[in-house]
């Protein structure tokens, strides 16, 4: 650190963040698009997830969504299936399950998802960065925009980003509450829905915000994945790396005709692969948190070493192992035992899926006493019955109590109608003689069936007087 000027403010010596001047003010990064072999490969995967990610939400699977996660009401659709609140097992496992994919993934393949398919990239790099060098030109057009003032083609783009930023968030936030509810609040005046209406408003915006000017930020500065790389990753894990054995000592054509001896690499110090980084950094400097693996500078240099007659190669997928001379391993404890792991955790979560019941049912006592006795002497219980109804059409549920002779339930809920993915609650008391409880209780067995396919018996204990003791005859 040093001080500038006259004031106090401590000046680093030199930029902490790539995206950031030494003063602390913004470095706007204007990458050069290199349309090499792993640029024409990721135009394709990215726009074929464009697609998908577009029409996800209008697909149906067995009649519902192939994708709905609604979370006002806690249900999540996943290709047909519907997970409840209630299925917190379920969601732990599919939840368990994503996790430890991601860590292997990235033990095996590195940040392939970011570089490839994570969407902050692939609309960034796809989309808005291709509409923008439309409009204002390839990297040095850009940067005398930045010089001299960004003009009309500059100002065109912020409303067609708007444009695309609402659309976007009108796609997005079909994921949380369905085409339907979706088209129906386009067609309806914001009046009538303004919770949604700041919604959408809300996240256009943030979408505009994040890529028209927060952009690459988003990858060094907030993405928690970045950071948690270095220890997902090992020395055997696929990165984007500088060979450096290779390319080292590096030097410029200048200095090496004035060398005859011939002492340096390959790498030309020509900067193409850092002009060509869209977070800004060098990938001669080692593996680094802003890479997100993109492959752009492969692409540049790679056009490079065609150009001056050298293979290709010098800067390219590989480990940190092979980039230093060791055979990289397959084969490591985190390839074992994170497979091990998801075998495990799908396994049970298909187990679940297959004994997974069209219902669920909690029997929970009433509030107040723990018993009443009625004027003809008989023991009231009052019950709570929470039906959960994972069928996709309405059931009438009938509870009745088994396991004790003369007992009555009495309740206007039952049948208790439940609506598809709903639970219902149904307040019942069940009346018994007197005589049928030991030791203050009794237990009995409530039955609850649809008469579709669901039935089931939940044991449960009624409260009842601990002896029957005859009153005292009157002595009037
Ligand atoms: S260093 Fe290479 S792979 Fe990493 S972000 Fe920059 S261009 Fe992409
Ligand atoms: S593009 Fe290749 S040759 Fe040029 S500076 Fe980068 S690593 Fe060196």
Redesign the pocket.
């Known amino acids: 650190m040093s001080r500038a000027g006259s004031g106090d403010i401590p000046q680093a010596s030199e930029a902490v963040l790539s995206t950031l001047n030494v003063d602390g003010s913004r470095r706007w990064i204007r990458p050069k698009r290199e349309k090499g072999r792993f640029w024409r490969r990721r135009l394709v995967v990215a726009w074929a997830l464009i697609v998908l990610f577009t029409a996800l939400p209008y697909v149906r699977v067995g009649g519902k969504p192939a994708v709905l996660l609604d979370i006002t009401r806690r249900r999540f659709t996943v290709l047909g299936t519907t997970f409840l609140p209630t299925e917190t097992m379920l969601l732990m496992f599919v939840l368990v399950g994503a996790i430890v994919a991601i860590f292997l993934l990235t033990a095996l393949f590195g940040r392939v998802w970011c570089?490839w398919a994570c969407p902050q990239t692939v609309y960034m790099e796809f989309l808005y960065r291709p509409i923008e060098q439309w409009l204002e030109g390839g990297r040095s057009g850009q940067l005398r925009r930045d010089r001299e003032g960004g003009g009309l083609r500059r100002a065109i783009k912020y409303p067609i980003f708007l444009v695309i930023s609402a659309f976007l968030a009108h796609t997005f936030l079909a994921y949380f509450v369905g085409v339907e509810q979706l088209l129906r609040w386009v067609r309806s005046s914001p009046a009538q829905h303004p919770v949604a209406f700041a919604t959408m408003a809300i996240t256009t915006g943030l979408m505009f915000l994040d890529f028209a000017w927060f952009r690459e930020q988003m990858c060094t500065v907030v993405c928690p994945y970045g950071r948690i790389q270095a220890v997902l990753l090992d020395k055997s894990s696929l990165i984007?790396g500088y060979d450096r054995r290779r390319g080292e000592p590096r030097g410029k054509a200048g200095q090496r005709r004035r060398d005859p001896a011939g002492r340096y690499g390959d790498c030309i110090d020509c900067r193409a692969?850092v002009l060509?980084?869209?977070?800004g950094?060098d990938?001669r400097d080692g593996l680094q948190m802003?890479?997100?693996?993109?492959?752009?500078?492969i692409d540049a240099c790679d056009r490079i070493m065609e150009q001056i007659g050298k293979p290709r190669g010098l800067v390219r997928y590989g480990s940190q192992d092979s980039f230093e001379g060791r055979r990289p391993r397959w084969l490591r404890p985190r390839t074992v035992f994170y497979p091990l792991i998801l075998v495990i955790v799908f396994g049970l979560l298909g187990v679940s899926l297959a004994r997974r019941a069209s219902a669920d049912v909690w029997i929970l006592r009433g509030l107040g006493e723990p018993y009443a006795t009625l004027e003809d002497g008989r023991i009231s219980n009052q019950l709570r019955v929470k039906i959960a109804n994972r069928a996709d059409e309405p059931r009438r549920y009938r509870i009745s109590v088994l396991g004790v002779e003369g007992a009555e339930v009495i309740s206007p809920q039952n049948p208790l109608t439940v609506a598809p993915g709903e639970t219902g609650t149904a307040v019942l008391f069940v009346n018994t003689p007197a005589d049928v409880f030991e030791h203050g209780r009794r237990d009995i067995v409530v039955r609850v069936e649809d008469g579709v396919d669901f039935g089931r018996n939940v044991p449960y204990r009624l409260l009842g007087p601990f002896a029957l003791r005859p009153l005292p005859p009157r002595e009037d």
């Open positions: 570089g984007v692969c060509a980084c869209p977070t950094i990938i802003e890479c997100i693996h993109c492959t752009q500078c």
